[in-house]
């Protein structure tokens, strides 16, 4: 009797206790807050990297590693080669919603890592109302002593960029954006170049005149921009080569005697080197662009650019290993890109997308040309064949190569969607009508060119879901001190609130 008593008394305390755990369980997922810590008890390091791969989440760089695995093919094993980031010592994850939107844009995502606040998708490092200014990381560190560079390989006064230094209430404000660039006290700016340096209308002031005069050195030339070193002194270095919209060519088109992300970041920590510390920003922006027109071979070209100016840190890191933390996140993930695609089930086949060897908007140049000399009415898919299979390695069965490159024969239904893309391409954009499903099959793109890029990779057995952003959340990579901070799952004001309790900044 006394024993079955006992036996009830601890089952109720288990249940008890139990009860308590769950509850408590409950409490804290019902919750937004994040359990995930502040504190730090170390020194604040010296030498700050924050790399943001834009549209950069798990598939993006684990397709990059995919395709850098794809030598173990020949043999039939499948493996990886990591990245340089995600071998860092501490991986976390955030959640990227803003304070509107789960899919949110540049302006809000970036706002959030370098203010700490959730604002409106457009919004550049102000609250809700666009009343109030939120203070960056980089006016923080800044104060404290530390030199500021911020390089993008995208326009420097482009959303990501501009959340490190300007304070607007909307992303597309350029001539303002580029005039608090002029006037800030920060020390590099390099990579792109400017959208609108004389404003909309192009009647405005010069911006670079304005900097120049503010007492930053304007470098535009490639010999100048390697000469650069921490002699000479503040500094907007804008690449001699940039595209329509002032970004960097694509890594799968850019000459390689032209600049690079890991050149500009190079000869930023150069200028930037000082026994006081500094802070770096580098964004990967066009990762992001490559998503938007579901092109994986160029995404997988610029990650790996990305990866690069991420080395140039972890050298650097190497010389200063006990005064350095280096940062590596995206801002949001791009095209709902995913690894497995519903026409190969469970095989994939990264080898295929090494075929590929101009961006999806080299190719619309091309097809802008055949177009110019062509008449809708003569308009027949054979003409471009040979431009395809150069830039994409794809034929069709009647291709003297059909044999000995089975795999990129194009089928007939694959043929039949380039067919039916070509009849829009050839028709001048405005007056293009699309069906509901060509929306799907094109969004805002080059009918044959996105097509193309779909049909590759496709074959790879990768698939997208998106011309937009996505709500999945991102990976977090540390390394140097204070990295300890960024393990667990959190919310990307995180990152912010993380990084300045390592810097000490509340
Ligand atoms: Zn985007």
Known sequence: MFKLNKRIITILLSVMVLSTFLFMAFSASG?????TSYSYNGTAPKYVFMFIGDGMSFAQIN?????????YYEDKKVDVRRLNFSNFPVAGACTTFDATSFCPDSA???????????????TINMDVTKQVKYKTITEMVKEKGYKVGVISSVSIDHATPAAYYAHQPSRSNYYDIALEMANSNFDFFGGGGLLQPKGKAGDQADVLELATK????????????LGLNNTS??????NSVLDS????????????????????TRKGIEVLNNPKGFFLMVEGGKI?????????????????????????AIEFYNQHQSETLIIVTGDHETGGLSIGFAGTGYSTYFDKISHQNKSY???DSVIKEYVSKTSKDNAKLEDLLPDIKAAFGLITSKDKDAEIMSDMVLTEYETQRLRAALAQSIVPKSDRKYTDEEKVLYGGYEPLSVTLTHILNNKAGIAWTSYSHTGVPLPVFAKGKGESLFVGYYDNTDVFKKLSSILKLN
């Not at 992001?288 to 140039?312: M, P, Q, R, S, Y």
């Open 233 to 238: 002194g503040r500094v907007i270095a804008m």
């Open 245 to 264: 919209s002032k970004a960097l060519p694509y890594e799968i088109d850019r000459e390689k005697s032209d600049l690079s992300l890991a050149d500009f």
């Open 361 to 363: 908007a080299e190719f």
């Open 288 to 312: 992001d662009w490559a998503c938007h027109a579901n092109d994986a071979g160029t995404t997988i070209h610029e990650t790996l650019a990305f990866e690069k100016a991420v080395n140039e």
């Open 31 to 35: 919750s937004s807050q994040t359990a």
């Open 108 to 122: 809000s995502t970036a706002t959030s890592l370098s203010t700490g606040y959730k604002t409106h998708s457009g």
């Open 214 to 225: 503010n007492g930053f050195k304007v470098v535009t030339n490639k010999d100048e921009i």
């Open 63 to 71: 397709s990059a590693e995919a395709y850098l695995g794809k030598a």
